[in-house]
């Protein structure tokens, strides 16, 4: 029966395992084929504009915002409200779902469900902030970006894609090449919401890489 198959690879396959026999089990029941329970999210880069903010968070404001929109997914698949009620209201924990097996944890997905739920009041709009520790969890959520979202995180993680800016005008010195580094990556971060830290050493004009950025704005 499906009890018994299911008990069969919880638990005895892994005995049999351990004592030496060779045991195979179907590819959706392993590490890489298993399917998970996930919040899916759709993140697109909004401007502040169009949201009418009229006191932006933080000291020089953001250039852009983030839009949230919030669906159910099992693995990559996308389901519908309809479908992820289904599947809670399957009583089980192994299920048939679009042509294969899965297991399914009900308390957890009803977790997500409250979580979509109180997300679509409180979380539809963000920042890029709020955007990176979702992408943190990534047993929890599966997330989809668009090209200009894409864009403005692969410049969080490679130095070179970030514009380098001119040394401000009013600034009465001549900032070393790696201050105009520092410059720029503050202005960028400054930008899109983050709240940089710049660590150089003592001597190294961390004061004056603020004054330029402030100059700059």
């Known amino acids: 029966s499906k009890d018994e198959a299911f008990q069969f690879l919880k638990e005895d396959a892994w005995t049999l395992h351990a004592c030496g026999y060779s045991v195979i089990v179907p590819s959706w029941w392993t590490k890489k084929g298993r399917l998970k329970a996930k919040v899916k999210i ?7 504009d169009d949201l009418k903010f009229d006191n932006p968070k933080g000291y020089l404001g953001y250039d852009s915002l983030v839009g949230f929109d919030y669906s159910y997914a099992i693995g990559e698949h996308q389901v519908s409200d309809k479908e992820w009620q289904m599947l809670l209201e399957a009583k089980s924990d192994l299920v048939f779902f679009r042509g294969q097996w899965i297991e399914i944890d009900p308390k957890e997905m009803q977790r997500m469900q409250k979580l979509i739920e109180s997300s679509e009041i409180d979380r539809k709009e963000g920042s890029i902030k709020d955007l990176l520790e979702m992408a943190a969890k990534e047993d929890e959520f599966d997330i989809d970006v668009d090209a200009a979202l894409e864009k403005m995180m692969d410049q969080l993680v490679n130095k070179d894609a970030i514009t ?3 040394s401000p005008t009013d600034l009465q010195a001549t900032l070393r090449p790696y201050q105009v580094r520092g410059l720029s990556w503050l202005a960028y971060l400054e930008s899109i919401g983050m709240n940089p830290c710049l660590a150089d050493d003592m001597g190294l004009g961390k004061t004056m890489q603020i ?3 402030l100059l700059a704005r």
């Open 164 to 166: 380098v800016l001119e």
């Open 42 to 48: 759709k993140a697109s880069k909004r401007k502040r």
């Open 211 to 213: 004054i330029s950025l």
